[in-house]
């Protein structure tokens, strides 16, 4: 089955405890992207990633990094969480270059930060 | 999830009637857009996309309406279900862009 996956699906944390969250597609696409969701906000874009290796910032990347080592891979990570960071994440990844094409979203993952 | 409903315009219907979701975009240079479906707990779903070179395109069910002239997007939903309920949001992409930008998404409630 086509999939996006995340893990944690829930997490709690306390300020300035570096954490992962983790995504994975089976799809073989080549774009992948992190974003936020945070009522009355919609969706922003964190960091999205064109290609293995290939990384590059969204609209609201402070205080967040990431990797593409592999390409189904793309974890999001939070060096010094702090509770402005309390959102629900989604990674996503689509084919081609672009975000221009469907787009596959995973889960979801509901982070707060103490 | 559920915080996401909050805040958001809410469009109720009977089950069976057609729904007619709006969105108005920002960026007269937007040359693709996408409307998706997210139900509580879930993550976005695809629904049906459209470029700006059309003004018109249907999928099973689903009608996406582009109005360029007033940047003006709609999704209509016809013989809505119960199934439907979720919150709906679109999103725009320019040329040459990696970043989309989404709306803050309508809460559409089907009554059965």
């Known amino acids: 089955e086509a999939q996006v996956t995340q893990n944690p699906r829930y997490l709690i944390t306390v300020t300035g405890k570096k954490l992962t969250v983790t995504c994975s597609q089976n799809m073989n696409h080549e774009y992948m992207s992190w974003y936020r969701q945070d009522p009355g906000l919609g969706l922003r874009q964190i960091y999205y990633s064109m290609n293995v290796e290939v990384t590059d910032k969204g609209d609201v990347p402070e205080g967040y990094k990431v990797s593409r080592k592999e390409k189904r891979n793309f974890p999001l990570i939070l060096e010094s969480p702090s509770p402005n960071q309390t959102s629900l994440y989604f990674c996503?990844?689509?084919?081609?270059?672009?975000?221009?094409?469907?787009?596959?979203f995973g889960q979801g993952t509901r982070l707060t930060v103490v | 999830g559920e915080s996401v409903g909050l805040h958001l315009p809410t469009l109720s219907v009977q089950e069976g009637d057609n729904s007619i979701i709006n969105c108005a975009y920002s960026n007269s240079a937007s040359d693709y857009f996408i409307w998706y479906k997210q139900e509580s707990g879930k993550g976005p779903q695809f629904i049906i996309d459209?470029?700006?070179?059309?003004d018109k395109r249907q999928g099973q069910r689903v009608t996406v309406l582009l109005n360029k002239t007033v940047k003006h997007l709609s999704l209509q939903i016809a013989a809505t279900q119960p199934g439907d309920s979720a919150v709906y949001f679109c999103a725009e992409i320019s040329g040459g862009s990696y970043i989309p930008t989404f709306g803050r998404g309508t809460s559409l409630i089907v009554h059965p």
């Open positions: 996503a990844s689509s084919q081609g270059q672009g975000p221009s094409t469907e787009a596959f």
């Open positions: 459209i470029r700006s070179n059309m």
